[in-house]
């Protein structure tokens, strides 16, 4: 998690700066960011219904549902780097989905392995895997 979390808190707090550096225009960057948050949000939305459906019809884990997006992101860092032209459009749509639906997927994993006695705490405890992986990046970064 502190590599999923880690590094699409990273992108989403520089996203910004990345299109400015390769030359997008102030609209192009607007628009990174709410492609950003859009993405963000349906995969938050569209993740945990997924995985339910995976779980009920084929028995697969929400782990491998983590591993996947895991992957994804790593898929969309690797075209946010890559440089093509436009190419951040790509690699938003993928870091944002991607980062959001490991949110519901963290919350119904913790819920699964610990029960909702203490949830919130327990949330709130692994959640630390974001600013922790964020501030790796940015060490790494700079």
Known sequence: MI???????????????VGDSLG???IEINSLVALLC??????RFISGHVSDIFLQRSGLARPLFVAIT?????????????GFP???YVGTILVGACYGSQWPLLT???????????LGTL????IIASPIGSLMRQINWH
């Open 86 to 88: 436009k190419n951040l």
């Open 24 to 26: 997008y225009t102030t």
């Open 108 to 118: 119904t994993i913790i819920s699964e392995i610990f029960g909702v006695t203490h």
């Open 38 to 43: 859009i993405w963000s949000f349906l995969g």
């Open 3 to 17: 590599c999923g979390l880690g590094t699409g808190m990273a992108t989403i707090d520089n996203i910004s700066q």
């Open 70 to 82: 895991q992957a994804a992101l790593a898929v969309g860092l690797i075209v946010i780097a890559s």
């Open 123 to 126: 949330f709130n405890t692994i």
